[in-house]
């Protein structure tokens, strides 16, 4: 945390990869998507990334193969498989598929999704809304995964002032006690505080749409992308799978 003034630094590579290697063993029928983006050649470069996954995972529960979408990759081929995308040009490794965001794409995996950009809830809902609209009377390739990107996130004046609730323990207290003090008076919030609100209003929203039919068998969700994620998301997931929307 010492250098995470800007930011903050999540689990180490090595606990995510013997957690997946963990789990794989143990549920042979799963499958875990694991995308990599935004990176720093300078920090982490991806060639030694990806030789460290392969250590720790292990080449036997990594998906290989020379399919072009994920779509055209049959189940039994994925289970108990771990894909490691990247989110960079296609390159002749079998073991780490590309993967991109867009509208249409030729990578291996390809996220349909839409982001709002906002610390609104309504904006964020008006944005969820007009994207189930959207892609229902679209085409769904064999490599797309549809995501729905819960996230409220911080504004241009929040960011600079406050992240993640950190305070740097090397500044001077009275420059912390003001950056706490502009951040009451601007009801300022963190990314936690933010994702903590939005979340409230998911598991609610998606089933009245559901319901009503803005999400439906053609444009569901693949995905449930949620910050400050927690089992609750995870419990929704199952009983969603449990509906006939997913059977």
Request: charged share 20%.
């Amino acid at each position: 945390m010492d250098e995470a003034i800007g930011g903050g630094y999540g689990e180490s590579l090595y606990n995510i990869g013997t957690a997946i290697r963990k789990f794989l063993l143990h549920n042979r029928q799963d499958i875990i998507l694991l995308s990599f983006s935004h990176f720093c050649e300078k920090e982490t470069p991806v060639a030694a990334l990806k030789d460290s996954l392969l250590k720790i995972i292990g080449t036997a529960l990594v998906y290989s193969g020379r399919a072009t979408a994920i779509g055209n990759v049959p189940l039994s081929q994925l289970a108990g498989k771990v894909i490691i995308s990247f989110e960079q040009p296609q390159t002749n490794d079998p073991y780490f598929p590309s993967c991109s965001i867009a509208g249409t794409s030729g990578a291996f995996v390809n996220f349909r999704r839409m982001y709002a950009a906002a610390n609104d809830i309504n904006i964020l809902l008006e944005k969820q809304h007009d994207f189930f609209t959207a892609i229902a009377t679209s085409s769904i390739q064999k490599n797309d995964l549809v995501r729905l990107d819960w996230q409220l996130t911080q504004s241009s004046s929040e960011a600079p002032f406050i992240c993640n609730d950190f305070q740097d323990e090397k500044l001077n207290p009275l420059v912390n006690g003001a950056i706490l003090l502009a951040n009451v008076i601007n009801k300022n919030k963190s990314i936690i505080d933010h994702s903590l609100q939005g979340n409230r209003y998911l598991p609610g929203t998606i089933d009245a749409w559901i319901e009503d039919g803005t999400i439906h068998k053609k444009n569901k969700p693949n995905i449930l992308y949620v910050d400050v994620a927690g089992g609750w998301i995870t419990d929704y997931c199952i009983d969603l799978n449990q509906t006939a929307l997913y059977r």
